[in-house]
């Protein structure tokens, strides 16, 4: 099966559905057999389509049952919960009434787990910094655990998962939520100094601003980064395993060329 990690849409509409034509979705709501998706979540702000990118990811989410898993980003938690932080445009009525829907049916999600031939990845919003996988998540040696685990956090609404950090506070939080962690300077500097039992994938934040011409790593020596221009992922390896960053960093303008983050492999339940 072929596992597509889309990014952060943003409401970029026709962004959602240029990527999915590559993926080989020939008619609108029907993903390929061997395909499936996982969107790290903020579908939501920015961009001009808000809505319309919800009833678009619902009718996958109806019609592709296990092969759409939509995870839960900040932006989308504003309308599930008491709101965190003042976002200055809202989506529609009926759009914010889908994601209460979705809530309600037990989707979106917290986090997913890919497990591949020889990698196997945690994906999340935001990543998960080192210190929630050992003080919140109790040290799981699996992203199916890790999963498992964020997923009953999140549907039980627990203050840990949707803990924020520097980009609400000001101030960097080493438990930051994995919907909140901020990649450069939350979620990469804790697991330089640690062993991290598996890959990640995240939007949320990258390590390159992909509308400037520089990369910055303010993490520590340790860390070798790569960066895919083309697909906008940037990648941070730390002892044989990596951070993959698929934030394209859509504004009001999108941002392109950009990739969902591909791999061959399948979708770990983990424990129930
Ligand atoms: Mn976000």
Redesign the pocket.
């Known amino acids: 099966m072929r596992i597509a990690v889309i990014g952060?849409i943003g409401g970029h509409l026709d962004e959602l559905r240029a990527e999915l034509r590559i993926l080989g979705v020939e008619r609108e709501g029907r993903l390929p057999d061997d395909l499936a998706v996982v969107q790290v979540?903020?579908l939501v702000h920015r961009g001009p389509e808000s809505d319309a990118v919800v009833e678009l990811v619902g009718i996958y989410l109806d019609d592709n049952p296990g092969r759409w898993i939509q995870l839960i980003?900040?932006?989308e938690a504003l309308y599930l919960r008491t709101p965190e932080f003042h976002w200055p445009e809202q989506i529609g009525k009926a759009a914010a009434k889908t994601l209460r829907k979705w809530w309600k049916q037990g989707k979106p999600v917290g986090a997913a787990a890919i497990v591949t031939a020889d990698e196997s990845f945690l994906v999340t919003?935001?990543g998960v910094t080192a210190g929630f996988w050992s003080a919140v998540l109790d040290a799981p040696g699996t992203p199916g655990e890790a999963a498992a685990r964020l997923n009953r956090l999140a549907r039980s609404g627990d203050a840990a998962f949707f803990s924020p950090g520097l980009m609400l506070t000001g101030r960097a939080n080493p438990y930051a939520g994995p919907?909140?962690a901020e990649s450069s300077r939350e979620l990469i500097p804790g697991w330089a100094d640690a062993t991290m039992p598996f890959s990640q994938v995240h939007?949320?934040?990258g390590l390159v601003d992909w509308q400037g011409s520089d990369a910055s790593v303010p993490a520590p020596g340790a860390v070798i980064m790569s960066a895919d221009f083309y697909g906008k992922h940037a990648t941070v390896w730390i002892a044989g395993q990596r951070i993959v960053g698929v934030?394209p960093g859509h504004g009001r303008e999108a941002v392109k060329p950009w990739r969902s983050f591909v791999v061959e492999g399948y979708l770990d339940p983990g424990p129930s």
């Open positions: 952060d979540g903020d980003g900040n932006h919003h935001a919907i909140w939007g949320h934040s934030d």
